[in-house]
């Protein structure tokens, strides 16, 4: 069996994984299937990134520390 057998969502993943992206398998097939679907892949990375900072934003502001901390904290994809 070679590399024709694999999951593609499964390579992702592992990639994903080995990058410490923090993404998890659930959201990479949804991201997968909007590439699939014609959304251009750096927009939904800057969407990501920005979601991210805004989290850690909101959760620094409930909390009461700096974004940078809450940041590394927050499960809002992966992080």
Do not use: W
């Not at 994984?17 to 990375?45: F, H, K, R, Y």
Request: aromatic letters at 2%; one cysteine or more; glycine letters at 8%.
């Amino acid at each position: 069996a070679g590399l024709a057998s694999f999951d593609p969502l499964d390579i992702l993943h592992e990639l994903s994984c080995s990058l410490e992206t923090g993404l998890d398998q659930e959201t990479l097939a949804i991201l997968l299937a909007l590439c699939e679907q014609g959304v251009n892949p750096e927009a939904l990375a800057a969407v990501i990134k920005e979601l991210r900072r805004e989290a850690a934003a909101l959760h620094a502001a409930a909390v009461g520390t700096d974004a940078g901390a809450a940041e590394t904290q927050l499960p809002i994809f992966g992080r």
